[in-house]
Nanobody, 122 residues
């Protein structure tokens, strides 16, 4: 199971840190991904990090502004959101791929958190 937290309301240019707390024994070998879904839009890939933390993958729209990380000892993944824009407003979801791929496809991910709302005001 994955528990997502850390969302909120922030002004343009602000920052938030999202957390993804996992239970179970496969966290340490799973890729952690973050996705987001804005109203009326499809869920889209944001970022992913390999099981070791040594490899990351970012959507072009967030590269240089968002940073994905993880702490395997705490079984927690993080997404640092900086320089937020109104177009970043969405529900953010964390997900886990137990096969350790670093993909962008929703179907790669077999476990999902419940989502946390991020709202960026202009």
């Amino acid at each position: 199971q994955l528990q997502t937290s850390g969302g909120g309301l922030v002004q343009t240019g602000g920052s938030l840190r999202l957390s993804c707390a996992a239970s179970g024994r496969t966290f340490g070998t799973s890729t952690i991904g973050w996705f987001r879904q804005a109203p009326g839009k499809e869920r889209e890939f944001v970022a992913a990090i390999s099981w070791s933390g040594g490899s990351t993958n970012y959507a072009d729209s967030v590269k240089g502004r968002f940073t994905i990380s993880r702490d395997n000892a705490k079984k927690t993944g993080y997404l640092q959101l900086n320089s937020l824009k109104p177009e970043d407003t969405a529900v953010y979801y964390c997900a886990a791929d137990r096969f350790g791929r670093l993909g962008r496809l929703l179907n790669n991910y077999n476990a999902w958190g419940q989502g946390t709302q991020v709202t960026v005001s202009s």
